[in-house]
């Protein structure tokens, strides 16, 4: 399955809300995450299962979505949140596949 | 909270073996609680998932790169490798070693990381 994602980069000013997509070339159902990953460090999980924030995740991080359209929502953004987002599949597998990123800058 | 620390060389030569190391604390590698993986990570590039172990030592690869790896488990020391064979420039990337909660199925818990380069 191929995820891809847009847009490419987005760029924002804090405070203000962020939309990441993400669309699968087949249906997922809700088996999809979201990462974050900031320069020099690893990815660390956010949303699984489309719609459940990981342990920690601060409530501004919204999934959504099912089938193949999907969105990241940050509903206000803080200076932390400028990293780049991926999403991940593992409804068909093997292999489990990643979307290629959307880098969120700073504005 | 399962901690995972990566060990290995950071340079290998064209067609050698790449081996790279994870130790887990935290839990134990025979839990049955997590899945065991290898991502890697070429610079400036998207994630590619190379692989997971299980507890009774059952594996699944990334077709692409199946012919050439192996993972493989060593409870004694509560970790797990990888081995990558006939390595080229292509391979050259961060790997990662992560773990997935058997219930969610998603990658948890991440290694810090090793660049690994692949050059004469």
């Known amino acids: 399955i191929v995820l891809t994602q847009s847009p490419a980069t987005l760029s924002l000013s804090p405070g203000e809300r962020a939309t990441l997509s993400c669309r699968a070339s087949?249906?997922?159902?809700?088996?999809l995450a979201w990462y974050q990953q900031k320069p020099g460090q690893a990815p660390r999980l956010l949303i699984y299962d489309a719609s459940n924030r990981a342990t920690g995740i601060p409530p501004r991080f919204i999934g959504s979505g099912s089938g193949t359209d999907f969105t990241l929502t940050i509903s206000s953004l803080e200076t932390e949140d400028f990293a780049v987002y991926y999403c991940q599949q593992r409804s068909d597998w093997p292999p489990y596949t990643f979307g290629p990123g959307t880098q969120l800058e700073i504005k | 909270q399962v901690q995972l620390q990566q060990s290995g060389p950071g340079l290998v030569k064209p067609s050698q073996t790449l081996s790279l190391t994870c130790n887990v604390s935290?839990?134990?590698?025979?839990?049955?609680?997590?899945?065991w993986n290898w991502i890697r990570q070429p610079a400036g590039r998207g994630l590619e998932w190379i692989g997971r172990i299980y507890t009774l030592g059952n594996t699944n690869y990334n077709p692409s790169l199946e012919s050439r790896v192996t993972i493989s488990l060593d409870r004694s020391k509560n970790q797990f490798s990888l081995k990558l064979t006939s390595v080229t420039a292509a391979d050259t990337a961060v790997y990662y070693c992560?773990?997935?909660?058997?219930?969610?199925?998603?990658?948890?818990?991440w290694g810090q990381g090793t660049l690994v380069t692949v050059s004469s």
């Open positions: 992560a773990s997935q909660d058997t219930r969610l199925v998603y990658f948890d818990y």
């Open positions: 087949q249906s997922v159902s809700t088996y």
């Open positions: 935290g839990d134990s590698v025979s839990s049955g609680s997590y899945y």
